[in-house]
């Protein structure tokens, strides 16, 4: 019970929070058809992170959210200058910048020796869940998933129309007065926020996956905006919950030491994916029939 307490309770909290807030987002991306940015935000806040834990020595969340934030609008700066100053094919721009920003953040990883044990390649990548511990006080970084969880369904839902407005129809949200940049601005932050949020201990993998698989899963069953919101967060949740619980039977059956939960969780979000698009097609196949 004291492992249950000290391990899995503020492990499954941080999932629960994370994976609903991502999944929200993850619906404006899907919207706005810029499902990409999910995979390429893993690029932006690796660099900014990493930078930030150089200059300051510190892993503190805020001091990260901080170092990827300024990563995040020198990319955009970055893609900005190639796009429309030196008429760079803006696809060719986007991949140039976020290319540069991980092979740059690897090397500092290499050249600094400055690396903490929660600021590593593996760790980035694959997320450091399983050694979250409650003790005297709950896990600081667990504090700062649920605050900002808490803060993007608040916003969310303050200006639900005019994001739903913006992602279906940029013109029209513009002649009903909407200040589309600042509301993109806006959505950008949060989405940035929730990654750094998480990204330091549940990893890249688990962070692309949250933002990308529940929001096409909802998609493809349902065309009702509401229904997709709560379909894929409930989608986020339960294979977060459920990949979490399962890493550790899967490696006492593969008789491997541990297997990373945040890998369990990517791979049954893909599972569940594949799944729900294969049943589709069988049965827009039997209504042709």
């Known amino acids: 019970m004291d492992s249950f307490k000290s391990f899995d309770i503020p492990a499954l909290i941080a999932l629960i929070f994370c994976s609903s807030a991502s999944a929200l987002w993850g619906n404006v991306l899907m919207w706005q058809k810029k499902s990409a940015f999910a995979s390429s935000l893993s690029h932006i806040v690796f660099l900014g992170t990493v930078s930030a834990y150089i200059l300051t020595s510190s892993t503190n969340d805020i001091i990260l959210a901080i170092g990827a934030i300024a990563s995040a609008l020198m990319a955009a700066l970055l893609i900005h200058i190639l796009n429309v100053k030196l008429k760079l094919e803006i696809n060719a721009s986007i991949g ?20 903490n044990s929660a600021i590593t390649p593996h760790n980035i990548i694959f997320g450091n869940i ?21 803060l993007s369904f608040i916003v969310f839902a303050s200006l639900k129309k005019e994001i739903i407005s913006i992602s279906f129809d940029d013109a029209f949200a513009h002649s009903s007065g909407i200040k589309v940049n600042l509301l993109r601005n806006i959505i950008t932050f949060f989405i940035c926020l929730v990654a750094v949020s998480a990204f330091k201990i549940m990893g ?19 065309n009702n905006i509401r229904q997709q919101l709560h379909l894929s967060i409930l989608v986020a949740v339960v294979c977060s919950v459920v990949g979490y619980i399962i890493s550790s039977p899967l490696s006492i059956i593969y008789n491997y030491p541990s297997i990373n939960s945040g ?11 594949l799944t729900t698009i294969a049943i589709k097609t069988v049965l827009e ?4 029939i």
């Open 96 to 115: 140039f910048v976020f290319s540069l920003m991980l092979a740059i953040a690897v090397i500092l990883l290499d050249i600094t020796g400055n690396i």
């Open 130 to 150: 399983e050694n979250i511990i409650w003790n005297d006080r709950f896990p600081p970084e667990v504090w700062f998933i649920i605050i900002i969880s808490l």
């Open 204 to 222: 890249a993998i688990v962070i692309v996956s949250l933002l990308s698989a529940p929001a096409a899963i909802s998609c493809f069953i349902s």
């Open 263 to 273: 890998g369990a969780i990517a791979s049954l979000l893909f599972f569940v994916l």
């Open 285 to 288: 196949n039997k209504r042709k």
